[in-house]
């Protein structure tokens, strides 16, 4: 499974940013897919995740009423839109996929990884 994020970018406290992971690979549309992020000496965070069917979403406590996590499953595309942006969202966002639902579901990790794209809000 291949994952390549875009998206990323500046913009200022209150703004929107929207996401993209194109997937590829072998039988990805059945993975669970998500999103993560790490800033500077920070642990990375799990952000958001949606199942397969996209009937099942979790949000971090930290961006829920502000982020939405939507896939694509023609395109295989996963999305993440970001509105009402603060600072804190600043970090380095990976889009990430397993096979399996645990522990990409709760937040806690995948197998596959992208190379990840900036958000800084200043």
């Known amino acids: 499974v291949q994952l390549v994020e875009s998206g990323g970018g500046s913009v200022q406290t209150g703004g929107s940013l929207r996401l993209s992971c194109v997937v590829s690979g072998y039988q990805q549309r059945s993975y669970v897919m998500g999103w993560f992020r790490q800033a500077p000496s920070k642990a990375r965070e799990g952000v958001a995740a949606?199942?397969?069917?996209?009937?099942?979403?979790r949000y971090a406590d930290s961006v829920k009423g502000r982020f939405t996590i939507s896939r694509d499953k023609a395109l295989s595309i996963v999305y993440l839109q970001m509105d009402s942006l603060k600072p804190d969202d600043t970090a380095m966002y990976f889009c990430a996929a397993d096979p399996l639902a645990e522990p990409l579901a709760s937040l806690g990790g995948a197998n596959y990884w992208g190379q990840g794209t900036q958000v800084t809000v200043s």
């Open positions: 949606i199942s397969p069917s996209g009937g099942t979403i």
